[in-house]
T-cell receptor, first 113, second 111 residues
């Protein structure tokens, strides 16, 4: 069964460092997303990406964040100058259509010290 | 007011029981509704979409009341494997891009 894969599964970084989280969406999907979940909190939308550009982004997704699809398979989330409050599980998701029926990866846990 | 509200539970039920979860949403312009499940420290997984006329998938039945901005999920004949957190999910605007998740309702099915 096709799946969304994410790397790394866990990253520990120092405050102020840059982090890149990587995702390989399901191959025939067209819509890509990043969500995050702070421990004990709800899943929060960060950004959606379609046709090589950002479709929508939340207030959380400020200038500190960027996304890129550098090739035909990878979808990355970059966090510049990480802060303590960036510690969370970051989920990549993809979908074949513009609906809420998404397939999530297993997540990348980011710990900022 | 929270955009998607759910009773956090936990709901502890014996195997074979029927359990119902409720959810309310604040944005009357929302068009798409879903139930996802999330196992502990795992990713959300789509359980089912919720349609205006209500829909059923095996032991699971979802209902939508647009007038009351209310969504429900009924699980019949609970299995141990149903133990998880059930997330009510609504699209934020009149688009499919951004989903708004509830915090979830925790279900524990016991032998």
């Amino acid at each position: 069964e096709p799946e969304v894969t994410q790397t790394p599964s866990h990253q520990v970084t120092q405050m102020g460092q840059e982090v890149i989280l990587r995702c390989v969406p399901i191959s025939n999907h067209l819509y890509f997303y990043w969500y995050r979940q702070i421990l004990g909190q709800k899943v929060e939308f960060l950004v959606s990406f379609y046709n090589n550009e950002i479709s929508e982004k939340s207030e959380i997704f400020d200038d500190q964040f960027s996304v890129e699809r550098p090739d035909g398979s990878n979808f990355t989330l970059k966090i510049r100058s990480t802060k303590l409050e960036d510690s969370a599980m970051y989920f990549c998701a993809s979908g074949p259509h513009n609906t809420g029926e998404l397939f999530f990866g297993e997540g990348s846990r980011l710990t900022v010290l | 007011r929270k955009e998607v509200e759910q009773d956090p539970g936990p709901f502890n039920v014996p195997e074979g029981a029927t359990v119902a979860f409720n959810c309310t949403y604040s944005n009357s312009a929302s068009q798409s509704f879903f139930w996802y499940r999330q196992d502990c420290r795992k990713e959300p997984k789509l359980l089912m979409s919720v349609y205006s006329s209500g829909n059923e998938d095996g032991r699971f039945t979802a209902q939508l009341n647009r007038a009351s901005q209310y969504i429900s999920l009924l699980i019949r004949d609970s299995k141990l494997s149903d133990s998880a957190t059930y997330l009510c999910v609504v699209n934020m605007k009149n688009s499919g891009y951004a989903l708004n998740f509830g915090k979830g309702t925790s279900l524990l099915v016991t032998p």
